[in-house]
């Protein structure tokens, strides 16, 4: 074949595409009782909106981001995630305005020039949430509580829901300092990545994926043991509301997050189901980022759901959900004309249907007809035409009826054949 996609992008073809449709569905439904707005941005973005605000020595923007120049000699990047953007648009519309907290949410593809492999892929479709202007963890608990209903309105189960507080600007120096201590003895033993990150951002350092490097780092200070009062304040309030909420979670004081825009609370949300590429969803506070975005100083919290990730938890549950209502097969010429209209007057009463195009003997229209899974069949016939009828086969129960050519009828036998919506 000549022309292939790109490694790491792929076409999302039916019937998988029912699959993103009904999380997507069961996404927005929830995002409005929680009063969740959509929002949507662009795809490409100034490259300084990414690395200021994901860092400089992420992974993201060390070796991940989709940069180049334009025609116009900017540079520009497809966006790795949402809340960079999200926070551009947040200051650049003065969303911050409006009665706090300000909800939002958004779909679309992100970009990173990663390692293609199972569940890992260069586009890929997150669903986002933020929440701005609210610095009680009621909101915390609250998001991620939305974050659990999402989940399991999709029909996952059994995830692992993980929680940490990584701290603020105040509790950050000493924890800095302590963890530098513990790894500036061994710093040898840390690839050479790590060596650089140490000066850098130390913390980058607790989220390499190298082997060495995740062993080396064994025993090392976690955060949590150096919050400042108002953090573990926050941390403790959070654990209090996700119990009174009943949001099953464990806490995990490794958690560390991919992205230095971070604050307070963290949380990542895993399958077993999944192998190395666990993490369905993930996400936390940035109390700082619309302040670095110029923006006046203002509290937010978002996730984000990986959409690969999720779909082929949830394969087995839609089967059979996306077939037609009714396929109607034409005998002769004048026949088919007359399948033409049915089908359109049939499509205004909400049904799905199919006509047969190619003149087929009936045995093979039928055959066609199981392929596609339709649910009933109309034959229409000179015979039949002639005494204004056709013939009406219920396919999953196999039984057959005749009906007027009156669409009043046919839609009455149609909507109480038993798999008809
Ligand atoms: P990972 O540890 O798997 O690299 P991450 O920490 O880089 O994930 P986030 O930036 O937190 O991921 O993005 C949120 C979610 O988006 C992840 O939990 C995952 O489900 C999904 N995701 C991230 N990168 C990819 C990718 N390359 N392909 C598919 N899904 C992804
Ligand atoms: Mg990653």
């Given at each position: ?19 993103w449709q009904h999380i997507e569905g069961v996404s927005r439904n929830l995002f409005r009782n929680y009063g969740y707005q959509e929002i949507r ?41 949402g809340?960079?953007?999200f ?8 969303l911050?305005?409006n009665p706090a907290p300000q909800k939002f949410y958004y779909m679309g ?17 997150q669903i986002g949430a933020e929440a701005m202007?609210i610095?009680?963890?009621?909101l915390?608990?609250e998001i991620i509580s939305m974050l659990a209903r999402i989940l399991s309105g999709i029909g ?89 909420l ?35 969803a ?19 919290i978002g996730f984000a759901i990986?959409m ?114």
């Amino acid at each position: 074949m000549k022309h292939k996609t790109l490694k790491g992008f792929q076409d999302i073809l039916p019937p998988e595409i029912s699959g993103w449709q009904h999380i997507e569905g069961v996404s927005r439904n929830l995002f409005r009782n929680y009063g969740y707005q959509e929002i949507r941005l662009p795809v490409l973005e100034s490259t300084d909106i990414f690395t200021r605000s994901i860092g400089e020595t992420s992974d993201i923007v060390e070796k991940e981001m989709y940069t180049f120049k334009d025609k116009g000699d900017r540079s520009v990047t497809l966006r790795p995630e949402g809340t960079a953007s999200f926070v551009r648009a947040y200051v650049e519309h003065h969303l911050f305005n409006n009665p706090a907290p300000q909800k939002f949410y958004y779909m679309g593809p992100m970009f990173r020039y990663e390692r293609p492999q199972a569940y890992r892929y260069r586009q890929f479709y997150q669903i986002g949430a933020e929440a701005m202007g609210i610095e009680d963890p009621k909101l915390d608990a609250e998001i991620i509580s939305m974050l659990a209903r999402i989940l399991s309105g999709i029909g996952l189960q059994g995830l692992n829901f993980e929680i940490t507080s990584i701290g603020c600007k105040n509790c950050r120096p000493a924890y800095k300092d302590a963890l530098k201590n513990f790894l500036g003895g061994k710093l040898n033993s840390f690839c050479s990545d790590c060596q650089r990150r140490f000066d850098l951002n130390p913390l980058r350092i607790l989220d390499c994926k190298v082997p060495d490097c995740i062993a080396s780092r064994q025993g090392a200070p976690p955060v949590i043991d150096y919050l400042c009062a108002e953090c573990k304040g926050h941390f403790d309030s959070l654990k209090n509301y996700l119990e009174m909420l009943n949001v099953p979670h464990t806490i995990n004081p490794n958690l560390v997050r991919g992205l230095d825009y971070y604050t307070k609370t963290a949380f990542e949300v895993s399958s077993e189901s999944l192998g190395s590429q666990k993490a369905v969803a993930a996400g936390g506070r940035y109390d700082g980022l619309v302040d670095e975005f110029g923006g006046p100083p203002t509290p937010g919290i978002g996730f984000a759901i990986g959409m690969e990730r999720i779909v082929p938890l949830i394969k087995d549950s839609l089967k059979g959900s996306e077939y037609p209502d009714l396929f109607i097969c034409p005998i002769g010429q004048k026949d088919s004309e007359e399948a033409l209209i049915l089908a359109e007057q049939l499509r205004t009463k909400g049904l799905w249907v199919e006509v047969n195009y190619d003149g087929a003997s009936l045995k093979s229209q039928m055959r066609k007809a199981n392929r596609l899974g339709a649910k009933n069949v109309v034959i229409i016939g000179e015979d039949e035409l002639r005494k204004g009828e056709v013939v009406v086969k219920d396919m999953i129960k196999g039984t057959e009826t005749k009906s007027p050519l009156d669409i009043r009828e046919l839609v009455k036998i149609l909507k109480n054949s038993s798999q008809t919506h």
